[in-house]
C-alpha cells in the first residue's frame, strides 16, 4: 500500500512555548463541527490532583504563553484555581470560551476573573448573522454571543489592554476566506448592527474529525472535503505549524501535538504513557505526529489556533 504524504513527513518539533491545557469535553453546545464531540453530557473532564500537578510543573517552568480550552473550559470547576495560582507567576493566560456559556448564571463571575488576571479571551463567532451561527452551534447561541460580547466590552475587553479575540471557521464544507479581509467584515458588522469592539479576529479551517466528520458524512461530501483540503495544501505553511512549537495536555494530563491530535488520541511520540509533570520541557525535539487530518492546517495562508500562518 502507498504511503500517505504526511506517513513519508518527517518534522521535528523546535520546542515548546505555548501549552495548552484541555480541562474536558463538558460544554453547554454541540456544535456541528466540534472536533471533540463536547456536549454537556461530556465526562472526560480534569480532576483537582491534575491540576495541581500541571499549575505546579508550567510555575517551575520557563514556559509563558498558557491556554485554556474545552469543551467549555468553565464548566471544569478547577479552571478558577488554575488562573489564580499561574497568574501569581506573571504567566501569559488564555482562555478559549465559547461565550454563550458566560450568559449562565453559574458562570458569568468568570468575566470578573477574567479582567482581574488579564486573561485572554478567544471565542468563537462563525458569522455575523443569527442564522448562520444558530444553525452551527444551537439556537439562541448567536443572541447569547452578542449579549456577552457588549457585557466584555463594558468591562474593558476589546478596548484596552483586555484582549478578546474571535475565531471565524466555516458552518459547512467550505475553506475560510482572507483572515484580513474576513477581520474588517467583521469589524464593521458589529460595530454598526450591535456597537461591539474586539482586538482580532482568526480563521481556523474545520478539522474533519469526530463531529465535522460525521458532519460530512451525512451529506456524502468526506470525499470531497479531503481533495479540497489536499488541491490547496501550501507546503510553505509547514515552517509555521503550530505544532513545531505548542503541545496540549488533556484532562488526564496526557501530552499531545496539538488538540486535533488528542481529540484522535494520538499522543506524543515516545510519551505514551508519560504525564505532562513527568516530562523534561526542555529537550522536546522529537518528531510530530501526523495523519491525514493534519491537512487542515496546512492549505492555503495555513491555519492554527491563532489564525492563518503565513
Not at 488576571?117 to 447561541?141: F, M, Y
Amino acid at each position: 500500500m502507498k504511503k500517505s504524504y504526511w506517513n513519508e513527513l518527517t518534522i521535528k518539533r523546535t520546542g515548546v512555548s505555548i501549552v495548552q491545557i484541555n480541562l474536558g469535553n463538558a460544554c453547554n453546545q454541540v456544535c456541528t463541527h466540534c472536533h471533540l464531540s463536547a456536549s454537556p453530557s461530556g465526562s472526560n473532564n480534569m480532576e483537582i490532583d491534575a491540576a495541581k500537578k500541571i499549575s505546579q510543573k508550567l510555575i517551575d517552568s520557563d514556559i509563558q504563553n498558557i491556554e485554556f480550552t474545552g469543551g467549555a473550559p468553565e464548566m471544569n470547576p478547577h479552571l478558577a484555581f488554575l488562573i489564580e495560582e499561574l497568574s501569581k507567576h506573571d504567566k501569559n493566560l488564555c482562555v478559549r470560551s465559547n461565550l454563550t456559556i458566560l450568559d449562565q448564571p453559574k458562570y458569568k463571575d468568570y468575566i470578573e476573573l477574567y479582567k482581574k488576571h488579564k486573561v485572554n479571551i478567544i471565542s468563537s463567532l462563525p458569522c455575523v448573522t443569527e442564522e448562520v451561527v444558530d444553525k452551527q452551534r444551537g439556537r439562541g447561541a448567536f443572541e447569547k454571543s452578542i449579549r456577552v460580547l457588549k457585557q466584555l466590552n463594558e468591562m474593558g475587553f476589546g478596548e484596552s489592554d483586555l484582549s478578546i479575540d474571535l475565531v471565524y471557521n466555516p458552518a459547512a464544507d467550505f475553506l475560510p476566506s482572507d483572515q484580513c479581509q474576513l477581520e474588517l467584515f467583521y469589524k464593521k458588522s458589529l460595530s454598526e448592527q450591535y456597537d461591539i469592539k474586539f482586538n482580532n479576529l482568526f480563521t481556523m479551517v474545520n478539522s474533519p474529525i469526530n463531529r465535522f466528520d460525521e458532519f460530512l458524512n451525512n451529506i456524502d461530501k468526506k470525499d470531497a472535503y479531503y481533495q479540497l483540503l489536499r488541491d490547496n495544501h501550501n507546503p510553505k505553511t509547514l515552517d509555521k505549524i503550530m505544532c513545531k512549537n505548542c503541545m496540549t495536555i488533556d484532562y488526564q494530563g496526557y501530552a499531545y501535538d496539538c488538540d486535533f491530535n488528542l481529540a484522535l488520541g494520538l499522543k506524543m511520540k515516545s510519551l505514551n504513557n508519560v504525564r505532562f509533570w513527568d516530562i523534561d520541557l526542555k529537550n522536546l525535539t522529537q518528531e510530530i505526529v501526523f495523519d491525514e487530518h493534519c491537512y487542515a492546517c496546512t492549505v492555503n495562508q495555513g491555519s492554527s489556533c491563532q489564525g492563518k500562518l503565513i
